[in-house]
């Protein structure tokens, strides 16, 4: 029994201090920026939601969330829908350089996007892609389909080919077989895969911010707007971070089971 209580101790301390940082965010964004300057108090001396007025009121600013969630949106989307039949292929079938293929795939995942910002930002100035949705998200697919074609490989590995053999045999063409019967059971690891693909878009900045000017700016590129002549508006910076935190907080509350699953496959 004392050697469970020292481990919910530490346990305790070691959320406290996960959520610390995320504490003292929500923390200054009830504060007014005099108050952030020149007082260290827990909790706001003198609460306000002005922060989150300026955020909610300004058109610039919640465009700026509605502009990144489009395109994350489609991100997520493109990544899975690219990556599910490619998985198919290195789960089921063996081939000549198969192997060296997969790898190849994974190393575009390592590779910082700095590398392709200025690549992406000529191409997309010559077709007219630049300043859109569509630009950041097809740009985002480079470093997520690599990543989601590791974690579906991964889940359809675990699926047993005779349930392949078997809807063939029944008559089921592959398209059918495919869309009623093989992605049921992978159903948690395209959960895994389009949380993750999600998550790399919303916190990327790079290449959103180098890809967009105004129509397509994403929240991320509009926060750099709290540095002024007067200084940094802390307040509404961190009111801003909170409301950043908000939709991936969802996410991973609707995926962690699914998330729980793919770190059991050794995937995640």
């Not at 359809?156 to 019967?181: C, H, L, Q």
Request: proline residues 5%; neutral net charge; hydrophobic residues 55%.
């Amino acid at each position: 029994m004392e050697r469970q209580g020292r481990f919910n101790i530490v346990m305790v301390l070691y959320l406290v201090f996960l959520m610390l940082p995320i504490y003292w965010l929500l923390n200054m964004s009830l504060k007014t920026n005099t108050e952030i300057l020149n007082t260290f108090t827990l909790w706001p001396a003198d609460l306000t939601l002005d922060n989150y007025r300026t955020i909610l009121g300004d058109p610039a600013w919640y465009m700026g969330y509605v502009n990144s969630i489009i395109y994350v949106t489609m991100n997520t989307v493109l990544s899975v829908a690219v990556a599910l039949p490619a998985a198919y292929a290195f789960s089921r079938y063996n081939f000549m350089g198969d192997k060296h293929l997969f790898f190849w795939l994974l190393t575009n995942r390592m590779a910082p996007p700095a590398v392709f910002a200025l690549p992406f930002f000529q191409l997309y100035s010559s077709v007219g892609l630049f300043d859109t949705h569509i630009a950041v998200a097809l740009a985002h697919t480079l470093f997520n389909v690599p990543l989601a074609v590791w974690i579906l490989e991964g889940f359809m590995r675990g699926v047993p080919k005779e349930i392949d053999e078997t809807a063939y045999i029944d008559g089921y063409s592959f398209p059918r077989f495919f869309v009623k019967i093989f992605t049921p059971l992978i159903a948690s690891g395209i959960g895994v895969a389009a949380f993750f693909c999600f998550m790399f878009s919303w916190v990327e900045l790079l290449l959103s911010r180098t890809l967009t000017t105004v129509d397509a700016k994403p929240i991320a590129a509009i926060m750099t707007r709290t540095q002024g002549a007067a200084g940094i508006d802390w307040g509404v910076l961190a009111a801003a971070g909170v409301l950043t935190i908000l939709p991936g907080a969802l996410v991973i509350w609707f995926v962690r089971n699914y998330i729980a699953k793919g770190f059991a496959l050794g995937r995640v």
